[in-house]
């Protein structure tokens, strides 16, 4: 079997640990050194990994950590409940919400990260 792991690189882990666990439910497995924490959520853990910015995630590359808004083709979706009741969370604990859509197929909520990674929120009608 095989069992995935996101790793997150943010710039303030404290944070990133009380936005994941109060926001999006993440339960704290532990921590891994000073610089890293382990979040479980269903089947999968998060690993948050505090990297300053301007840091070079790649040696061979001139690519330096930015942790503004930015867009990357691979995404978490947080399957919930409640999607406005979660994004109320997201946006208090210094999330944002970008917008989204309903339908006879359920909802989804585009969201952020305080740290400029997007995710959607997704709830699923059981029909």
Same mark, same amino acid.
């Not at 926001?23 to 921590?31: P, S």
């Not at 479980?40 to 990297?51: G, M, S, T």
């Given at each position: 079997?095989?069992?995935?792991?996101?790793? $997150?690189?943010? /710039?303030?882990?404290?944070? +990133?640990? +009380?936005?994941?666990?109060?926001?999006?439910? &993440?339960?704290? $497995? #532990?921590?891994?050194? /000073?610089?890293?924490?382990?979040?479980?959520?269903?089947?999968? =853990?998060?690993? @948050?990994?505090?990297?300053?910015?301007?840091?070079?995630?790649?040696?061979?590359?001139? $690519?330096? #950590?930015?942790?503004? #808004?930015? !867009?990357?083709?691979?995404?978490?979706? %947080?399957?919930? =409940?409640?999607?406005?009741?979660?994004?109320?969370? $997201?946006?208090? @604990?210094?999330?944002?919400?970008?917008?989204?859509? #309903?339908? =006879? !197929?359920?909802?989804?909520?585009? &969201?952020?990260?305080?740290?400029?990674?997007? %995710?959607? @929120?997704?709830?699923?009608?059981?029909?």
């Amino acid at each position: 079997m095989i069992k995935i792991s996101v790793s $997150i690189d943010v /710039s303030n882990l404290n944070q +990133a640990e +009380a936005f994941y666990v109060e926001a999006l439910g &993440c339960k704290k $497995i #532990r921590d891994q050194g /000073s610089k890293m924490v382990v979040l479980a959520v269903d089947n999968a =853990d998060l690993y @948050l990994l505090e990297r300053e910015p301007g840091s070079k995630p790649l040696k061979s590359s001139n $690519i330096v #950590r930015d942790y503004k #808004r930015h !867009w990357t083709p691979i995404h978490l979706d %947080f399957l919930c =409940d409640n999607v406005d009741e979660i994004v109320a969370k $997201i946006v208090a @604990l210094g999330g944002v919400h970008e917008g989204g859509e #309903r339908g =006879d !197929w359920g909802s989804i909520a585009h &969201c952020v990260d305080p740290f400029g990674n997007g %995710f959607c @929120l997704i709830n699923e009608e059981q029909g």
